[in-house]
């Protein structure tokens, strides 16, 4: 067939059959919704078509697809990314779909090998997922001998009290924690996690280095949860600082205003000035005004009512919401070292200044969800719904562009230089993945309570991951399992 012939018999199809666009058949229209891309500024009324799990078209005009939903009146946006969460199981990404989310990685504590991190999806996940090389797991497993399967299953627990969280390393062992780190890396790592408050009394200055050196050659951003001093010491912020302006590694500080307490307005102008000095600095928060940890917790062992400014009455057993006195707070500590705490420290000044902030993201720290009889705080249930009904719709703190941009795009970013995949993240342009999520900017809300944590946030309308139904008319689908897991690696 001659090319002037070719071009000839194509020119009569798209006459008797309509133009290419027209005719084109995507898997999955979304149309009429409002669609906003944090990235190119783009909002506005549009249509969506998806096909082979990607975001195939943006058009003005209506598209053809094998399935056609009709958003209008709703919100179309990238789907959230959770960089802060340790609840990687089913029970906890069926509340995080709901909630909007449709990537929930373990940052902060990590995990080592890296695929330990999907223990408990063996029978596939709802949404991706990953982690960052584990410094803690790999010190645990090197000074206590833990298996990091079983605890990462949550088959064995994790004895707070013992030589990983109290004794200073050798020589020998970090040059061992080095190597395990190169591998962690490796394997695919999205970063190195080092929950550093809970090992403070143990990691000295050069082991800290050692572990910066290791991100930086890599280009690995450390996710760190800062040493804590008495509320509001910035001495925990200014070693990471100098650290990584002694080395060059990317970082990002954890749970901004539960480290700075009243010194948040001062943390987030350290970490400013910091950035225009070149250092490549990030942080986050998550807008729920209490912590949570176990009660073994390194910093229970330091003179914690003081460092938090609260008191017994201020914390309460995460599994049955009961507060302490004294003999309940010795006794627990000795018999159940390894159960959850929710500490109400945070004020909401502090909260609402961390939300403000430009460039700081939006994470959940959601602790593992197993099963519905054990109680959880609620950050990792409502954190998404809580933003953009409370703090966007309630009390206009936050425009609803920029408070998407803290939830999608700016996780993205932080992530690309360690993982390409996180480029066609975070986005709702041409070409990107079809991780969507499409919510009622009118209805959105949190409803999870400290009290009654199983309660899934309303608004989220459809979600979709890799281009298929997670959630469809505001319910979970429990068959669904288009998720994967993200590493370095991940094409």
């Given at each position: 067939?001659?090319d002037?012939?070719?071009r000839?018999?194509?020119?009569?199809?798209?006459?008797?059959?309509?133009?290419?666009?027209?005719?084109?058949?995507y898997?999955i229209?979304?149309?009429?919704?409002?669609?906003?891309?944090?990235?190119?500024?783009r909002?506005?009324?549009?249509?969506?078509?998806?096909?082979?799990?990607?975001?195939?078209?943006i058009?003005?005009?209506?598209?053809?697809?094998?399935?056609?939903?009709?958003?209008?009146?709703?919100?179309?946006?990238p789907?959230?990314?959770?960089?802060h969460t340790?609840?990687?199981?089913?029970?906890?990404?069926r509340y995080?779909?709901?909630?909007?989310?449709t990537t929930s990685?373990?940052?902060?504590?990590?995990?080592?090998?890296?695929?330990?991190v999907g223990?408990?999806?063996?029978?596939?996940s709802?949404l991706?997922?990953?982690?960052?090389?584990?410094y803690?797991t790999i010190?645990?497993e090197?000074?206590?001998?833990?298996n990091?399967a079983?605890m990462?299953?949550?088959?064995?627990?994790?004895?707070?009290?013992?030589p990983?969280?109290?004794?200073?390393?050798?020589?020998?062992?970090?040059a061992?924690?080095?190597?395990?780190l190169?591998e962690?890396?490796a394997?695919?790592?999205l970063?190195?996690?080092?929950?550093l408050?809970?090992?403070?009394v143990?990691v000295?200055?050069?082991?800290?280095?050692m572990?910066?050196e290791?991100?930086?050659?890599?280009?690995?951003?450390?996710?760190?949860?800062?040493?804590?001093?008495m509320?509001?010491d910035?001495a925990g912020?200014?070693?990471i600082?100098d650290?990584a302006?002694?080395?060059?590694?990317?970082?990002?500080?954890c749970?901004?205003?539960?480290?700075a307490?009243?010194g948040?307005?001062?943390?987030?102008?350290m970490?400013?000035?910091?950035?225009?000095?070149?250092?490549?600095?990030?942080?986050?928060?998550?807008p729920?005004?209490?912590?949570?940890?176990?009660?073994?917790?390194?910093?229970?062992?330091?003179?914690w009512?003081?460092?938090?400014?609260?008191s017994?009455q201020?914390?309460e057993?995460a599994?049955?919401?009961?507060?302490?006195?004294?003999?309940?707070w010795?006794?627990k500590?000795?018999?159940?070292?390894e159960?959850?705490?929710?500490?109400h420290?945070?004020?909401?000044?502090w909260?609402?200044?961390a939300v403000?902030?430009?460039g700081?993201?939006?994470?959940?720290?959601g602790?593992?969800?197993?099963?519905?009889?054990?109680?959880?705080?609620?950050?990792?249930?409502g954190?998404?719904?809580?933003?953009l009904?409370?703090?966007?719709?309630?009390?206009?703190?936050l425009?609803?562009?920029t408070?998407?941009?803290?939830?999608?795009?700016?996780?993205?970013?932080?992530?690309?230089?360690?993982?390409p995949?996180?480029?066609?993240?975070?986005?709702?342009?041409?070409g990107?993945?079809?991780?969507?999520?499409?919510?009622?900017?009118?209805?959105?809300?949190?409803r999870?309570?400290?009290?009654?944590?199983f309660?899934?946030?309303e608004?989220?309308?459809?979600?979709?991951?890799?281009?298929?139904?997670?959630?469809?008319e505001g319910?979970?689908?429990?068959?669904?399992?288009?998720?994967?897991l993200?590493t370095g690696?991940?094409?």
């Open positions: 067939m001659s002037l012939f070719y000839g018999f194509i020119g009569l199809v798209v006459l008797l059959f309509g133009t290419a666009a027209g005719a084109a058949q898997d229209v979304l149309q009429g919704g409002r669609v906003i891309d944090p990235e190119t500024g909002d506005g009324v549009y249509a969506v078509g998806i096909a082979d799990g990607r975001i195939a078209a058009s003005s005009e209506p598209l053809n697809g094998a399935e056609t939903l009709d958003v209008s009146g709703l919100v179309v946006a789907g959230f990314i959770d960089l340790h609840s990687p199981t089913p029970l906890g990404f995080q779909a709901l909630d909007g989310v990685l373990e940052l902060e504590a990590g995990a080592f090998p890296i695929a330990t223990a408990r999806l063996q029978e596939g709802a991706h997922y990953g982690a960052s090389t584990g803690l010190r645990l090197l000074m206590q001998g833990t990091l079983e990462m299953s949550g088959q064995g627990g994790v004895d707070m009290g013992g990983a969280f109290r004794e200073r390393a050798s020589a020998q062992q970090r061992a924690m080095r190597s395990r190169e962690g890396l394997q695919g790592g970063g190195i996690g080092l929950p408050d809970y090992i403070s143990a000295d200055a050069e082991e800290l280095q572990v910066f290791v991100a930086a050659a890599h280009d690995a951003p450390v996710f760190v949860h800062i040493r804590r001093g509320a509001g910035p912020l200014v070693e600082i650290m302006r002694k080395t060059g590694a990317p970082v990002h500080i749970h901004l205003q539960h480290s307490m009243k948040t307005g001062e943390f987030l102008a970490i400013r000035r910091a950035r225009e000095q070149g250092i490549d600095i990030t942080t986050e928060m998550f729920y005004n209490a912590g949570t940890t176990a009660i073994s917790a390194a910093v229970f062992s330091r003179d009512q003081a460092i938090f400014d609260i017994y201020d914390v057993w599994a049955t919401g009961e507060r302490f006195d004294q003999a309940t010795e006794r500590r000795r018999e159940e070292p159960g959850m705490v929710i500490h420290y945070v004020k909401e000044a909260t609402r200044k403000q902030e430009p700081v993201m939006v994470v959940t720290d602790t593992p969800a197993v099963s519905e009889e054990i109680g959880v705080p609620p950050q990792g249930i954190s998404s719904a809580r933003v009904g409370r703090y966007v719709r309630e009390k206009q703190v425009d609803l562009p408070a998407l941009e803290k939830m999608t795009l700016l996780p993205a970013r932080r992530l690309e230089s360690v993982a995949v996180f480029r066609r993240k975070g986005r709702l342009q041409e990107a993945d079809a991780d969507i999520t499409v919510f009622d900017p009118d209805g959105i809300i949190n999870t309570t400290y009290r009654e944590p309660q899934a946030s608004g989220v309308k459809y979600l979709l991951v890799n281009g298929r139904f997670v959630v469809r319910k979970f689908l429990e068959d669904a399992r288009p998720g994967r993200l690696r991940t094409p």
